[in-house]
């Protein structure tokens, strides 16, 4: 903050005709540049002063417990020892009572100055009627971590409601400072809105129970018939729904209260140090309309859905998760350094196209389209250097793992009877996992750059480089590995005495093929069942089509057919089970690459007068040479077949 800002906040934040949600919202701000001269004067004035408010005195507490000195310290003692209000002395001493037991790094120079203060007056430390601080922080100094949770508890003299309330949750790995949430609410004349409702003139007490429950029950009716309204907009065929209508309800209620009396509430919240919203309440003019909130919500998603119609997302981060270093001084003079570097740089790249709403509308018939590039990487590097002033010189060891692929997925269902999937490779070389470790000197002089010579190490190493191509033929795709270490005993994958390096790859050879089409059906109708699996890289060079087809049926007519098709065998069941007054039999026919085989097997019944006669039938169809058959090619010379058949009857004569 530049002077004549901080001078104009800190004339604010002094004045007493201010609003004291404005001094307080001042005041916070004063905290993120506490050490400010003119903000330390006005927050110690306000702070000393007994006819100020509980609440405002306290945010300038927290102001001066910022960035305190010597001569904050002996403000507070002095102010401590005479103070006479139970709020501002039970939340100071409270505030002393967990700074002396603090972790937290970042109260280290306030625990310096302010540690030492003792109080002698008990003040009550209820937290329930006073306010108070909580702070409960946790440090593992070997390994550099901790965390910590922090609450205030802030009443006002003029309130028995708390009027600021918040809580802190903060880690610390490695010298670094990570707030993962805070929230902040404040609320004032919230009491008299209570006293409205549960007081002794409240509405409780001058309406029946079931009064006031069937005006809620109207009141939230009207809520769920707007947000169903607004749902069949967003995902329904639109229909006419005014802005009058929906905002009707805001206008039933006016009460024409004193200002002084409005209830006046702020909501702040914060994810990783970044505030994710604040909200506001005004008094009854601005009574927050939940018809009108239930508007804003669905207009928000509606945008949020026709963005994603055509979705284009690029993502990239990169930070440093480690940065440590260690001196020790050495009997020659030379500061020993050691030193570790951590970081990390990724991307995710998101495109395509998901609607929404007509997956909400016809969920059965989805169309999503989506291709995914994640790539990554991530390098530790320590160092062990003696520092000689105009250079330094030691060894190195990094660690490198890095990961780049993408995909292309296009999904869509077929009438909830299936799924037909598209899956895309749109980048020739996958690096599934690469993972490397190098050990080097380097020597580094005063404004030069950093000179690094790898060692040499006579230790056996083990190499592998290797491909799995087997299933090139089918999926058009290689996937490769290679691996590198030292390999001797107890020396064996230590970084230190070696470099290693550990690969793995997936390489499309078929430089013609884009995407792999899988496709799952299955329906029944009319008695009539079927399943439906396909595989296919279609526009390829070569041809991979896989088909399985399978038919079926329990009715009058009792068949299944199985049909498999492929570039390299195919095959062909087809059996069915005849029942009628005049014949009972099973047909069975299978044909492998053109290679039949058949059977029929039953009986004919025939009746004349009081005689009937069956018939069984037998027919058998294969090849002369079975084996020959079996593994016979499509194109090949035609076998000969062998038939068998079986004739003859059975005669029974009934009286």
Known sequence: LTKPVATKLADYAADVDVKARIRVALLETMRSDANKPEFKTVAGEVFKNPLEDSEVRIKAYLVLAECPCGKVAGLVKTVLENEKSYQVGGFVASHLRNLRASTNPEKANAKHHLGAIINTEKYPVDFRKYSQNFEHSYSVDLLNLGASAESNVIYSQQSYVPRSVSLNLTSYM????????????????????????????????????????????????????????????????????????????????????ESDDDVDVDLSLKLFGNELFWVKYHGDEHR??????????????????????????????????????????????????????????????????FDVAALLKDPKNTDVRLQVLPSAAVEIRGDFVLDAVAFEGGVKVALNVHTSTGSDVTFRVLEGRGVDVKFGLPVK??????????????????????????????????????????????????????????????????????????????????????????????????????????????????????????????????????????????????????????????????????VEYFL????????????????????????????????????????????????????????
Not at 220 to 244: G, I, Q, W
Not at 607 to 625: C, D, S
Not at 639 to 650: D, E, R
Request: with cysteine; proline share 4%; aromatic share 10%.
């Open 174 to 257: 490695f010298g670094h400072a990570m707030n993962w949430f805070e929230v902040n609410i404040r609320a004032e004349n919230l009491e008299r809105e209570l006293e409205r409702v549960f007081g002794p003139r409240g509405k409780l007490r001058k309406q029946k129970y079931h009064e006031v429950y069937e005006e809620g029950r109207e009141y939230a009716n009207s809520l769920l018939e707007n947000a169903a309204e607004r749902y069949e907009k967003s995902f329904r065929p639109k229909r006419s729904v005014t802005r009058d209508q929906l905002n009707a309800l805001a206008n039933k209620v006016d009460l024409h209260r």
């Open 429 to 594: 070389k996958q690096d599934v996992l690469s993972v490397t470790t190098d050990v080097a000197t380097i020597v580094k002089k005063t404004g030069s750059p950093e000179h690094a010579v790898p060692l040499v190490f006579d230790v056996k190493r083990e190499k592998y480089n290797g491909c799995f191509d087997q299933l090139n033929t089918l999926l058009g795709v290689t996937v490769c590995g290679e691996v590198d270490v030292p390999w001797e005993g107890h020396r064996s994958l230590l970084p230190s005495y070696g470099p290693s390096k550990l690969s793995l790859h997936v390489d499309k050879d078929d430089d013609s093929l884009t995407y792999y089409h899988f496709k799952i059906y299955a329906d029944e109708r009319e008695d009539v069942g079927t399943f439906e699996l396909l595989f296919d890289t279609p526009n390829s060079r070569e041809n991979r089509k896989v088909s399985f087809h399978v038919e079926g049926s329990l009715g009058d007519k009792t068949y299944l057919k199985v049909d498999l098709k492929s570039p390299w065998t195919s095959a062909l069941f087809d059996a069915a089970f005849v029942l009628t007054k005049k014949e009972l039999s099973l047909n069975v026919k299978f044909i492998h690459d053109e």
């Open 600 to 655: 029929r097997t039953g009986a004919v019944k025939s009746q004349q007068g009081n005689v009937v006669k069956f018939e069984p039938v037998l027919e058998y169809k294969a090849p002369e040479q079975t084996k020959s058959a079996l593994i016979g090619r499509r194109g090949g010379p035609k076998h000969s077949s062998q038939v068998v058949t079986l004739t003859g009857a059975v005669i029974v004569e009934t009286r």
């Open 288 to 353: 927050p309309d939940l018809g009108e909130g239930v508007n804003k919500l669905f207009e928000e998603l509606d945008q949020s859905l026709n963005s994603a119609k055509d979705l284009n997302f690029d993502y990239r981060k990169h930070f440093t998760f480690l940065d440590e270093e260690v001196v020790y001084p050495t009997g020659l003079g030379l500061p020993l350094k050691l030193r570790a570097l951590g970081s990390t740089a990724f991307r995710l790249k998101l495109d395509g196209k």
